[in-house]
Nanobody, 130 residues
């Protein structure tokens, strides 16, 4: 059974760092693209980072550029989101998603909307507060 599980969330002070992990079971994660999404209270879910499945190129959305880094840890069959210089605006539930199973994902690839991603984790909460 294919499964994704996020971990590493928690409470951190402004300016601090966290490293989130998206671990896969039942399949080899580096064969697929992975994106991190987040949803803050009262706001819509937004994609913040993505790593492709073929050339492993990475993309980031504006609010996290220069602060967050997405990378693969193939030894652990996982994808890591390193988050630095966190601020209260980064408070959200962070979820990872896997894409590249269905042909429809390849139309927009990392820009695919939430419904085009094939598998989701349950999410891990991140709270940035003094």
């Amino acid at each position: 059974q294919m499964h994704l599980e996020e971990s590493g969330g928690g409470l951190v002070q402004p300016g601090g760092s966290l490293s989130l992990s998206c671990a896969a079971s039942g399949f080899t994660l580096n064969m697929y693209a992975v994106a991190w999404f987040r949803q803050a209270p009262g706001k819509e879910r937004e994609q913040i980072a993505c790593i492709q499945n073929v050339d492993h190129t990475t993309t980031y959305e504006g609010p996290v550029k220069g602060r967050f880094t997405i990378s693969r840890d193939n030894a652990k069959n996982s994808v890591i989101l390193q988050m630095n210089n966190l601020g209260p605006e980064d408070t959200a539930v962070y979820s990872c998603a896997m894409g590249g199973v269905r042909a429809s994902w390849y139309i927009r690839k990392c820009s695919a909307g939430p419904s085009e991603w094939d598998l989701w984790g349950q999410g891990t909460p991140v709270t940035v507060s003094p």
